[in-house]
Nanobody, 121 residues
Framework: VQLVESGGGSVETGGSLRLSCAAS????????MAWFRQGPGKEREGVAS???????KYADSVKDRFIISRDNAKNTVALQMNGLKPEDTDVYYC?????????????????WGEGTQVTVS
């Protein structure tokens, strides 16, 4: 599985961005997907995950502001980010793991994208 993120950029505090991740390969609907973020000198942090049934999990820091969704027909997963804050500034990564259980633990994911920069000022 290859993952390619898009949609990062710069935005003012309170603004919105939508990240998208396109997955190549077969059986996309059998993969749980997630978004992570990481800044310089920081550990990679789980932001949101979605399992094969569409059940979602969010980090407390983004709950009620971010929404993760998937489109199995297009092999994509998206992260709608609203009410952005400067502390949301990071590189955001898309990740995939085979199986029905989604998690916010980075070590549980097998496939990773290259990341996309989000800057909030």
């Amino acid at each position: 599985v290859q993952l390619v993120e898009s949609g990062g950029g710069s935005v003012e505090t309170g603004g919105s961005l939508r990240l998208s991740c396109a997955a190549s390969g077969d059986n996309y609907d059998r993969y749980s997907m997630a978004w992570f973020r990481q800044g310089p000198g920081k550990e990679r942090e789980g932001v949101a995950s979605i399992d094969t049934d569409g059940n979602t999990k969010y980090a407390d820091s983004v709950k009620d502001r971010f929404i993760i969704s998937r489109d199995n027909a297009k092999n994509t997963v998206a992260l709608q980010m609203n009410g952005l804050k400067p502390e949301d500034t990071d590189v955001y990564y898309c990740a995939a793991r085979f199986g029905i259980i989604a998690t916010l633990i980075p070590g549980r994911y097998t496939y990773w994208g290259e990341g996309t920069q989000v800057t909030v000022s």
